[in-house]
């Protein structure tokens, strides 16, 4: 056994076949790490038989694979390992091809893409090319069955070949039309044949004859650019694309390919010898794709097949691979925050050399304003320049001032290339000095002051490093992840977001989605106060402790070097430290009750805090997750708004407590229902029976639907629902004889429908009667559609009238949800003379039916309920009784949190 080629020993002549060596021999070398990989005398000895033959090349492939899976685990070089896999199926198809190819016809034998350049993973395609001259109308069909056998046999042996058989004209007919076949030519490798058919093809393909360097780099800039929108255009989502995405390793491939088609060099230190690229600059490019190399090679390896996500159930796999540990999901955060600075990095080398290449390839562009703006920047063809090297050296206040100069120019397309490389290489000036440097804060302050492009030119200093280099803290949350469904990107991602839809505010755009926060933000006299606020409010994810508390003490320490009045600097901090208070309220607590309101006043203290705190609080939603704002949580969170803002009106004691705010919605639903023709003596018997805290519960517009519903009905169970359009959502009353198991038939119905359940309020009066309101969504979180909701009601009231509660059957998890499934977080205690029961878990099908059926079970009363969700994860509080209405004892307690786990709870 050996790894290195034995020739081509044993080789049958054939008529086609030269007697001499072939022209160009561009097959790889065997490196170090193929040693054992394979026994080539015993591939030459493989009988020619098509089955036996699969079956040999397979074996040896399979024993192959294993060498070197041994040896990643042993930590041998990735460059060595990637180049070995290529090498190894390289051998395998000569040893095909040596078996089954025996025409009296010209072949050349060539690998492309990854084939062609060396480089291939554990799964990874195996691309070939077959040239031939054709002399007839049609193939050979000699040929055709021969080539059929050839790529069988490479199927049957595992090697997934993707190949395609064409003439040198066929081959530039379709690079002509495809700007993506032209690079794959631009990549094929002789395998086998004289490599006359190689050399006219590339001769025909080639820049000028073909795709001239200009025309093959504007086509691959807009093919780049395409590519990156199918994943949002952002390197930071969370299960990304390490292959595909940007950041990746077609980004790497990108500048490789302008390189080879361009400047005529197949290495990326030809960049360095053309100034492109800095020495050190190439070696953190090179240490990047070793990085994503070894990450794709670990992920296949995981995967058991070529993917290319990193997906959320081999992220945990994938740390502990890379010696990643800590405490819950500190080791996959850990871990992905590595890759996503990997990606990073990737993308800025991306982006300035591409721009680099722009600058000498597109002579077009030179007709764009060139402009001097003062003794230290000018316009060069519609893009900024420091005119001299070394200013930033000189004057280090200039890599403040660059981004205040994009701003007050909004027609400056950008910087020039070798500006940014500039910037990058003196990141090192931004120090303690330079960051306690009174101008340079100022300058810093006039740029959240600017009347434009305030987002523009933050994201561009976090591009660059300027923003994590002026703001250590922020350095740390760069490509900083939350190994959750809630948090769709970055933390530093999320917060640039986060001011982006601050400045969308200003501009009053998206009214449809935004109504209330634009209207808020007119009132806003110094919008900087909340750019700082929004820069600091997560600006300590990941330390652990009260990121809320610790990102204020930072927030803090910044604002006192500003020149800002202590009243904004002091609601800078608060905002920081309360940025969560308004959705936890308005989401988790009962927003009608007077009680809450106060309470949230009272933290508010002020209008101008609770107009800010409105506005940054629909900002941070809507920019944690494309899916996350709605309608609803715009509602909850204007409803909240409005009853503080008349609570902050009103002196303390002149607020509203729970009895004038049942008084108050008595009031308002007699008046609606009289409105729709319903005396107050009706409305009033039709109330004797439900208790105090049902005016609590629903507001004036709910009571008054419901009750207008039961006074016209005729018979029970009553099912009603109605489309509420400025919520965006549906409700369901249910109002029938109360049963054991009345809320686990609805919330089975619910669940079969595959409704989103958003809130209920569970009501339930003296005499027995349920006065129960839902409030859902569809699966396209929209409100019902008029066919479902009947149908709905149908259901649901066959079943009521029968009293009988059916086990919802179980459904499948999700594959996004299994790697969050795990212990649901449950606390049962008493509350008065109820007990309550607190849940919270990840959402998923048949969830809320499985909690309402361990109380059924276990014999419990259901007196109240608070449903909410937040995205992927739900928390729902229950207050329950036992059936004599007292709280549940210990054992009780006990007993239902085992039935609860024994149906929330998944093993991992």
Known sequence: MGAHPGGDRGRRRRAHAPARRPLVNERLGAVAATRHCLDLAALAALPAEPAALARGLKKAREQADGVLADRFAAGTDIRELVHARAWVLEQLVLSAWRHLIDVDIELDLCAVGGFGRGELHPHSDMDLLILYSQTGERPDQNLCRSLETLVQVLWDADLHPGHSVRTVSECVEEASADVGVATNLMETRLLAGNGRLLAAMRSATQAPALWPAAEFFAAKCSEQEQRHAQF??????????????????????????????????????????????????????????????????????????????????????????????????????????????????????????????????????????????????????????????????????????????LADHPDIRGVRA???????????????????????????????????????????????????????????????????????????????????????????????????????????????????????????????????????????AFVDRLELAEEDRALVVWLVREHLLMSRTSQREDISDPVVINRFAERVRSQRHLDHLLVLTTADIAATSPKLWNSWKDSLMWELYLATSDALARE????????????????????????????????????????????????????????????????????????????????????????????????????????????????????????DIFQVMDTNNEPLHSSDAERLGTMLTEQLATKTVRRLPSRPVPRRLQPFMGCAEIRIQA????????????????????????????GVQLLDARVATFGQRVEDVFLVADAEGRPLDEQACRELEAELRSRLDVSS
């Open 232 to 405: 949002e255009d952002t390197i930071y989502n969370l299960e990304p694309n390490i292959k595909e995405g940007p950041g990746g390793l077609r980004d790497l491939q990108m500048i490789g390919w302008v390189t080879r088609r361009h400047f005529r060099t197949a290495t990326l230190h030809g960049l360095v010898e053309r100034g492109f690229l800095s020495e050190h600059e190439h070696d953190d490019l090179v240490a990047n794709r070793d990085f994503l190399w070894s990450l794709r090679w670990a992920l296949h390896e995981l995967a058991g097949r070529a993917e290319e996500r990193l997906l959320f159930e081999h992220q945990r796999g994938l740390a502990a691979r890379f010696g990643f540990d800590g405490d819950g999901n500190e080791a996959v955060e850990q871990f992905m925050q590595r890759y996503y600075r990997s990606a990073m990095q990737v993308a800025r080398l991306n982006e300035r050399l591409l721009q680099s290449f722009d600058e000498e390839l597109l002579a077009g562009r030179q007709h764009l304003p060139s402009a001097e703006i003062d003794e230290h920047f000018r316009v060069c063809h519609g893009y900024l320049e420091l005119k001299d090297p070394h200013a930033f050296v000189e004057h280090p206040a200039l890599l403040m001032r660059m981004f205040l100069v």
């Open 418 to 556: 070798a500006t940014i490389r500039l910037v990058r290489e003196h990141l090192y000036l931004i120090d303690d000095r330079f960051r306690e440097d009174p101008t340079i804060l100022g300058m810093f302050l006039d740029l959240l002051k600017s009347p434009r492009l305030v987002y523009s030119q933050l994201a561009r200093m976090n591009r660059y490093g300027v923003l994590g280099a002026l703001l250590p803290a922020f350095g740390q949350i760069t490509g900083r992840m939350q190994f959750d469904l809630f948090h769709v990107y970055t933390v530093d991602q999320h917060t640039m977001f986060v001011i982006r839809n601050l400045r969308r505010f200003v501009y009053a755009k998206y009214p449809e989605r935004f109504e209330h926060a634009i209207a808020v933000m007119q009132n806003i006299e110094r919008p900087e106060v909340l750019y700082l606020a929004a820069l600091f409010h997560d600006i300590a994810k990941g330390r652990g402790g009260d990121h809320s508390e610790l990102g204020a003490n930072d927030a803090r």
């Open 652 to 771: 303390p004691e002149e607020r509203l407590d729970r009895q004038a705010s049942v008084n108050e919605t008595r009031r308002e639903a007699l008046a609606l229902l009289a409105a729709h023709g319903m005396a107050a003596e009706r409305a009033e018997g039709l109330w004797t029976a439900l208790p105090e805290r049902a005016f609590l519960r629903l507001d004036a517009d709910q009571l008054a639907w419901a009750t207008a519903a039961v006074g016209r009905a005729q018979t029970l169970p009553l099912v009603a629902c109605r489309h509420l359009p400025d919520k965006g959502i549906s409700e369901l009353f249910v109002h029938a004889e109360d049963f054991a198991g009345l809320f686990a038939v609805v919330a089975r119905e619910l669940d079969r429908m595959q409704l989103n359940v958003l809130a209920a309020r569970v009501v339930t009066s003296d005499d027995g009667k349920s006065w």
């Open 831 to 858: 509350r008065g003379e109820l007990t309550s029961v607190e849940i919270a878990a990840t959402d998923r099908p048949g969830l809320l039916s499985g909690m309402a059926e361990a109380l059924v079970v276990q």
